[in-house]
C-alpha cells in the first residue's frame, strides 16, 4: 500500500474514528472495525518509523495511541474502552505541551521554527503563551472527553468527540491564527 494512500487512510480513521465507534455500537461491528483500524494505525506507524521530526512523533504517538486502544477493546470487547482514544490523545498531548515549556523551546516554538529560522524575541514569547494556552485546552478537553467516555452514551460521546471538539480545536486554531496577525502587527509598528 503507497505511503501516501496509508497516510491518508490513517488520518480518515483518526478523524472519524467516533463515528467508526459509533457505528459499530450500534450496528454491532465492533468486531470488525476495531482490528481494521489497529491494522491502519500499526501500518501507518510502520511507515513513520524511518521518519524524524516533531509532526512525525505527535503522528507516530496518535497511531500507537488508537492502535492500542483498538486492540485492547477488541480483546475485551468492550465499547467504552475503545470510547477512551480522545481521552489518551489529549492527555499524551497535554503532557508533550506541558513538558515542552520546561525546555529554551516550547513545541509551538519548534513548530514555528520550521517556517522561519529566526524568531524575534516577541514571537518567542508569543509561542510560549501559544503552548501555555493548548496545555489548557488539552486538559479541558481531556477532562470533557473522560466524561463522555466514562458516564455518557455512545450518542453523546460522538457528538462530543466527534463534533464539537474539533470545533474547538478549529476556533482556537482561527482565534490563534488571527492573535497572532495581531501581534506581529503591533510589533512591525515598534
Same mark, same amino acid.
Given at each position: 500500500?503507497?505511503?501516501?494512500? %496509508?497516510?491518508? *487512510?490513517?488520518?480518515?480513521? +483518526?478523524?472519524?474514528?467516533? #463515528?467508526?465507534?459509533? @457505528?459499530?455500537?450500534?450496528?454491532?461491528? @465492533?468486531?470488525?472495525?476495531?482490528?481494521? =483500524?489497529?491494522? $491502519?494505525?500499526? %501500518?501507518? =506507524? #510502520?511507515?513513520?518509523?524511518?521518519? &524524524? /521530526? $516533531?509532526?512525525? *512523533?505527535?503522528?507516530?504517538?496518535?497511531?500507537?495511541?488508537?492502535?492500542?486502544?483498538?486492540?485492547?477493546?477488541?480483546? !475485551?470487547?468492550?465499547?467504552?474502552?475503545?470510547?477512551?482514544?480522545?481521552?489518551?490523545?489529549?492527555?499524551? *498531548?497535554?503532557?508533550? #505541551?506541558?513538558?515542552?515549556?520546561?525546555?529554551?523551546?516550547? +513545541?509551538?516554538?519548534?513548530?514555528?521554527? *520550521?517556517?522561519?529560522?529566526?524568531?524575534?524575541?516577541?514571537? +518567542? &514569547?508569543?509561542?510560549?503563551?501559544?503552548?501555555?494556552?493548548?496545555? @489548557?485546552?488539552?486538559?479541558?478537553?481531556?477532562?470533557?472527553?473522560?466524561?463522555?467516555? &466514562?458516564?455518557?452514551?455512545? &450518542?453523546?460521546?460522538? =457528538?462530543?468527540?466527534?463534533?464539537?471538539?474539533?470545533?474547538? +480545536?478549529?476556533?482556537?486554531? /482561527?482565534? !490563534?491564527? =488571527?492573535?497572532?496577525?495581531?501581534?506581529?502587527?503591533?510589533?512591525?509598528?515598534?
Amino acid at each position: 500500500m503507497p505511503k501516501r494512500l %496509508l497516510s491518508v *487512510l490513517c488520518i480518515c480513521g +483518526i478523524a472519524a474514528y467516533p #463515528f467508526f465507534i459509533y @457505528l459499530g455500537v450500534s450496528f454491532n461491528l @465492533l468486531n470488525l472495525l476495531l482490528p481494521a =483500524l489497529a491494522v $491502519i494505525f500499526l %501500518l501507518r =506507524l #510502520f511507515y513513520l518509523r524511518n521518519t &524524524q /521530526g $516533531i509532526k512525525t *512523533l505527535l503522528a507516530s504517538i496518535s497511531a500507537l495511541c488508537a492502535a492500542i486502544i483498538c486492540i485492547a477493546a477488541f480483546m !475485551e470487547d468492550s465499547a467504552r474502552i475503545a470510547m477512551f482514544y480522545p481521552v489518551c490523545v489529549n492527555a499524551v *498531548l497535554f503532557f508533550i #505541551f506541558g513538558g515542552s515549556l520546561f525546555s529554551t523551546k516550547p +513545541i509551538i516554538t519548534r513548530i514555528a521554527t *520550521l517556517y522561519d529560522k529566526e524568531l524575534p524575541d516577541y514571537a +518567542i &514569547q508569543y509561542t510560549r503563551t501559544v503552548t501555555k494556552v493548548w496545555v @489548557l485546552f488539552f486538559m479541558a478537553n481531556g477532562g470533557m472527553a473522560y466524561i463522555t467516555a &466514562q458516564f455518557c452514551t455512545v &450518542q453523546t460521546w460522538t =457528538l462530543y468527540n466527534g463534533l464539537i471538539a474539533y470545533i474547538l +480545536i478549529g476556533t482556537l486554531a /482561527g482565534c !490563534e491564527y =488571527l492573535a497572532r496577525i495581531i501581534v506581529r502587527r503591533i510589533h512591525e509598528k515598534k
